[in-house]
């Protein structure tokens, strides 16, 4: 996650249905076009019992790998001794004769200490222990682990690994940043230790390095014991919650537990936090920052996590976890989500106070961070394949917390997610599929993550109406619950709530390059039976591979510039539709108001607009006399009241000539 300009704003982060339309002179064609109403399909839901046991922390008869971590972190050099013992769980079809591990931190950046993890030794967990060939990979960040003899699918392995992680001295999610002078010298350790790899039936091992592109993240859930040692006089907000904490004069030792399963844990460490709690509903939500940054961050921090809290619980699920930290650190984007530990970054905050960046993104911060535990943590994802997924589930979800809280959707949104995609186009030049992975599209993740891909959700929920869409995430989430998911997960549980296969929407939405590009092919009045027969088509139609549908507005204007008729209809690319009027029009339009999607070149356009009607058929004389133009039928008005009161006086005349 990225920001500070407009760019960086977007790659960091960067309600109502439509009435359906009936009668028949409007076209409907969606739904016709993929599916047959009267003739629905029946599809079955997966079984949601895991949230309703894992939402109570009943883990019972699951199996998770188990990772016991111990750290010490040297304050002097910005190092990290770790001890790592790895219990793990085969859950995959395949048997495996080694397993990858992810040493992210020498991908990081840094200014002239690289991060790094040096692999001491890996070793059995026997006694006596014996050494475990292994591989390091420096390149791929990665290492290999040879295994003793193959693991089979259902069988469990256990060994050792022994590492040294060094801080990278940049504004990465992981470093060793600030200065004691100032009181902002923070330690961050974040995914600095040996992570195993996921095995998927897409990629086999996801081995992908470290990117500067979006996430790199893609971790299974594991049960952690997580234990770290920090000089004592420090302050230190870490993934779980503290169990215990020891002594001895020197250096304190924090014992934390998530309790249940996470992907991953971190910690930050600092002598100068300052620490606020409040219990939110059986969680105690915390929130560490350095002392200059007291006027932004008390109180308020604490008050935009806890409502986040309590809106995404209400709206999708539970967050099971005892515990959720916001903390402080230093990078050069907004904020990054942890499982129970989000950070803000000191940057944004300095970015608010120049003015660089609007006041209300340190609200979006938090917010934004908070959501990524119900999308990416609670709910996981191959970051780099699918991260649109979660950056979009979680754009829209701080989008909806200001509709919530504020009563606009787009509150937070620093450039409105609407323009920014219908200019697209005109402004890049370039087409922009949101169904890809990463590294298809590097130069395009902050726009298509954070930008097209809630707006395309919200474009959702206007077609299908509020309920279904929050009813549809609500049961995605829990389909879900402590897996990976996929975009074909999230379209299957829409159409388990609305019981209609939804391809009409998802494929030309999620894999089209480019948006609609309406023109109008011809309007034709017939004068004979008022009707007015529309043909419209989209220009882009051949650039794309699937066909849009969309329910557009469309106005109708007479002579005089009265509103002959209002209506929606369904545009499916090229399209004819019939309406029926009361008299011979002047200008049809098409209203872009609303999440109407279609390529613009300017943000003042919000019609497209046609004068030229072809008219055809017989005008009857009552029809004619309709349609003069009013000064016209004015002239005669007076024309005729003077000749008759013209007739009238000669003939009086005459009447008294003859007396």
């Known amino acids: 996650m990225r920001g ?63 990772l016991n971590l111990s750290v010490k972190l040297n304050e002097v050099e910005s190092t990290v001794e770790g001890n790592l013992t790895v219990d793990f769980y085969n859950d995959d079809p395949v048997p495996f004769s080694r397993i990858p591990f992810h040493l992210y931190p ?35 960040q990665l290492m290999w682990v040879n295994m003793t003899e193959a693991l089979q699918p259902g069988e469990r392995t256990e060994f050792h690994i022994e590492f040294i992680t060094t801080l990278p001295d940049s504004l990465d999610r992981a470093n060793a940043h600030g200065a004691n002078a100032d009181h902002s010298r ?28 979006g996430d790199p993240f893609y971790i299974d859930m594991a049960l952690y014991e997580f234990y770290v040692s920090a000089p004592d006089g420090m302050t230190v907000a870490a993934t779980g919650k503290l169990m215990k904490s020891d002594s001895d004069g020197e250096r304190t030792t924090y014992h934390f537990d998530p309790i249940l399963p996470v992907r991953e844990v971190t910690f930050s460490a600092s002598r100068y936090y300052q620490v606020e709690s409040a219990n939110e509903n059986g969680v105690t939500v915390s929130s560490f920052y350095l002392p200059d940054s007291q006027p932004e961050w008390e109180d308020y921090v604490l008050e935009w996590a806890s409502l986040t809290l309590i809106l995404l619980n209400e709206t999708y699920g539970v967050y099971p976890y005892s515990t959720l930290n916001v903390v402080e650190q230093h990078g050069f984007y907004g904020g990054m989500e ?16 120049a003015g660089s960046i609007y006041p209300e993104f340190l609200e979006l911060v938090v917010v934004h961070e908070v959501a990524h535990q119900w999308w990416s943590q609670l709910v996981g994802d191959d970051c780099i394949d699918w991260g649109f997924l979660d950056e979009g589930l979680t754009c829209w979800s701080h989008s909806y917390y200001g509709e919530v809280y504020y009563s606009d959707w787009e509150y937070l949104q620093y450039h409105r997610y609407l323009d920014t995609v219908r200019l697209h186009h005109e402004e890049s030049g370039t087409g922009s599929v949101i169904n890809q992975s990463n590294y298809e599209r590097p130069n395009l993740v902050g726009y298509i993550d954070y930008t097209k891909a809630p707006l395309i959700l919200e474009k959702l929920r206007v077609e299908i109406g509020h309920e279904k869409f929050v009813e549809s995430l609500s049961h995605f989430f829990k389909q879900n619950y402590f897996e990976i998911a ?21 494929l030309p939405w999620f894999d089209n390059p480019f948006l609609p590009d309406y023109s109008f092919v011809g309007v034709i009045y017939n004068r004979t039976d008022d009707t007015l027969t529309v043909s419209i088509e989209d220009l882009n139609e ?7 549908s969309q329910r557009v507005p469309v106005r109708v204007y007479g002579y005089y510039g009265e509103i002959l008729r209002d209506e929606i209809v369904w545009i499916n690319s ?86």
């Not at 051949?542 to 849009?548: G, I, W």
Request: net charge negative; with cysteine.
């Open 186 to 213: 923070i330690y961050t350790f974040s995914s600095s230790y040996p992570i195993p790899c996921v095995y998927d039936k897409f990629d086999g091992w996801n081995t992908d390095p470290y990117v500067g592109f």
């Open 106 to 140: 020498s991908g990081m950046m840094y200014d002239s200490r690289q991060g790094n993890i040096t692999i001491l030794n890996v070793t059995t967990t026997s006694e006596p222990a014996q050494e475990m060939p292994y591989s390091v990979l420096w390149e791929q």
């Open 574 to 659: 090229t399209t004819t539709f019939v309406l029926s009027v009361s008299t011979q029009p002047t200008k049809v339009s098409l209203l872009y108001d609303g999440y109407i999607l279609v390529d613009l070149v300017s943000n003042d356009i919000d019609s497209l607009d046609t004068q030229s009607i072809q008219i055809v058929g017989i005008l009857s004389p009552t029809d004619l006399w309709r349609q003069l133009p009013i000064e016209i039928v004015a002239a005669i008005a007076v024309t005729g009241v003077v000749w008759v009161l013209v007739f009238y006086v000669l003939r009086k005349r005459s009447l008294r000539g003859a007396a």
């Open 338 to 353: 942890y499982p129970c530990q989000v950070y803000m970054t000191r940057e944004a905050l300095e970015g608010v106070r």
């Open 486 to 506: 996929t975009l074909p997960d999230l379209q299957e549980a829409f159409e388990f709530v609305c019981g209609e296969v939804l391809d009409w929407f998802f």
């Open 542 to 548: 051949d650039l794309n591979p699937y066909s849009y």
């Open 4 to 66: 500070v300009s407009r760019l960086l704003i977007l790659a960091l982060l960067v309600s109502v249905s439509l009435a359906p339309i009936n009668g028949d002179d409007v076209l409907l064609g969606s739904q016709d076009t993929y599916l047959s109403p009267e003739n629905p399909p029946i599809i079955d839901s997966m079984t949601i019992a895991d949230y309703d046991e894992f939402s109570v922390r009943n883990f019972t008869g699951a199996e998770f790998s188990h």
